[in-house]
């Protein structure tokens, strides 16, 4: 089973830039895209980003449209999400998965998606 490891989190000013890293252990089957989720204290984990494995197709929650970048090094086995125009309320634990279907928004837990540790994303003056 691949296993994913993110970096790149900490502590960043309201209009700051952060780019997080998913680096996977192996190359992810082609029918596991990897997303982007996060989790705020006592909220419930989201969506933020996604792109597909069949067309590199991106998805984004909408908060983030405009703001958020995904992309993909096939070479390195690496997904990366570019923060730009970082917010307070961006502020969370980040996670990367490997999911069976691309989702932005609630996220319903499915036991099939493989996850990642997550990294500190947190957002202050």
């Known amino acids: 089973q691949v296993q994913l490891v993110e970096s790149g989190g900490g502590l960043v000013q309201p209009g700051g830039s952060l780019r997080l890293s998913c680096v996977a252990s192996?190359?992810?089957?082609?029918?596991?895209?990897i997303g982007w989720f996060r989790q705020a204290p006592g909220a419930l984990r989201e969506g933020v980003s996604c792109?597909?494995?069949?067309?590199?197709?991106?998805y984004y929650l909408d908060s983030v449209k405009g703001r958020f970048t995904i992309s993909r090094d096939n070479t390195k086995n690496t997904v990366y999400l570019q923060m730009n125009s970082l917010k307070p309320e961006d502020t969370a634990v980040y996670y990367c998965?490997?999911?069976?279907?691309?989702?932005?928004?609630?996220?319903?837990?499915?036991?099939?998606?493989?996850w990642g540790q997550g990294t500190q994303v947190t957002v202050s003056a």
């Open positions: 192996k190359s992810t089957p082609a029918y596991r895209h």
């Open positions: 998965a490997a999911v069976l279907t691309c989702t932005t928004g609630k996220y319903y837990w499915n036991n099939d998606d493989v």
């Open positions: 792109i597909s494995s069949t067309d590199g197709s991106a």
